[in-house]
């Protein structure tokens, strides 16, 4: 770190501490007592997962979630051989494996289970889980399109089941005092909210690799599953590239601008704007994406509104702004 920055950073830190008062000793003191929580359950009540998806993203909530000692991963499932494998590896040995999630669903013993699958499965699987009596943590986006993420929220209420959706930002201890700050009226009144992202992937995105048949370890018609059938193609398979798939996902706005956009409404004390518009296009990027490679979103709250840019053709000397939060108020800003 250039010692600029972090002077940069320690008078933003003094300059908190004088906005929050004693609020920021408060905050610190809730937040070293967070860390220092010890579960407290008999071996008897452990909490018992399945896993549902373990590619890159399932077997890190997986580690996660071993790090907990009331907790044992007794199930997991994945329509790729070598990741089912790799996932029973990392329980042990002791998980047992399976290929059509229906079956994990099935068993009585699991009490909660991690969705970590493509994006156009979400809803599905948090719907069946919900009414299988389970508990549930699914990654985010929460779905593919809004009338599936309704669902799938009425499918939670009706069977009365706890579940959490992956935009874990708010976990983070900035994001509560940005919270704090902005709530204690130190920016005065806000009324404007940007939230980005930014990359350059000029100029071959995420390539042109052909379709081709699928490798024989990937149930790939399994993996297809609620979206239209396509032939087999890399892109369309693997992260990050079904991301920018209509059938399968929704572009930066699905997978990045989501995180953003729920810190703002918990900081800002909202759950949905009045109004939502969003432009853009695949203007630049020479590889087989299909949804935009350049796209701005507007959210008009009544009061505030947020605009939140999402890009992969960022100027190299901007780039490391990389993805942040700016609010502004008539009185100061704060990222």
């Known amino acids: 770190m250039q010692r600029r920055d972090f002077l940069k950073g320690a008078l933003a830190v003094a300059a908190l501490k004088e906005m929050l008062g004693n609020r920021w000793d408060e905050l610190q003191e809730e937040l070293a007592a967070q860390e ?3 579960p407290s359950k008999s071996p008897n009540e ?16 997986m580690r996660v979630a071993m790090q907990n000692p009331d907790v044992v991963i007794a199930a997991v499932c994945d329509v790729m051989e070598d990741r089912l494998a790799n996932a029973v590896k990392l329980a042990g040995g002791n998980a047992t494996p399976y290929k059509d999630f229906r079956k994990l669903l099935d068993r009585k013993d699991i009490d909660a289970v991690i ?19 389970k508990d549930i943590y699914v990654e985010k986006p929460l779905g593919h399109n809004i009338a599936e993420q309704r669902a799938a929220v009425n499918a939670a209420k009706k069977f009365n089941r706890v579940v959490q959706h992956g935009t874990q930002q708010l976990s983070g201890a900035h994001y509560r005092i940005a919270k704090e700050l902005v709530q204690s009226g130190a920016l005065g009144k806000v009324t ?4 980005w992202n930014v990359w350059n992937d000029t100029p071959h995105g995420i390539g042109n690799p052909p379709d081709e048949p699928p490798p024989p370890n990937i149930d790939w018609d399994m993996w297809l599953g609620p979206a239209p059938t396509r032939p087999f193609n890399r892109n369309r398979c693997f992260a990050p590239g079904y991301w920018f798939m209509w059938d399968t996902s ?3 706005m699905l997978s990045w ?10 900081i800002m004390g909202v759950t949905a704007p009045k109004t939502a518009m969003s432009v853009g296009g695949k203007y630049v990027l020479q590889d087989n994406r ?9 959210l008009d709250y009544g009061d505030f509104y947020c605009r939140s840019p999402s890009t992969t053709l960022t100027p190299d000397r901007l780039k490391a702004a990389g993805m942040a939060s700016l609010f502004t108020g008539l009185m100061g800003h704060s990222s």
């Not at 452990?46 to 909530?61: D, N, P």
């Not at 404007?192 to 939230?195: E, G, H, L, T």
């Not at 299909?290 to 507007?298: C, G, H, I, R, S």
């Open 290 to 298: 299909e949804t935009p490679d350049t796209q701005d979103a507007f």
């Open 192 to 195: 404007r909210v940007r939230a």
């Open 115 to 133: 969705i970590a699958t493509p994006d156009h499965w979400h809803c599905v699987q948090v719907i069946a889980a919900s009414e299988a009596g």
């Open 257 to 266: 601008a989501v995180h953003h956009v729920d810190t703002i409404h918990w």
């Open 250 to 252: 929704g572009g930066f």
């Open 46 to 61: 452990k909490i018992v997962l399945g896993v549902i998806g373990c590619g890159g993203q399932g077997r890190f909530l």
């Open 36 to 38: 220092s929580t010890k």
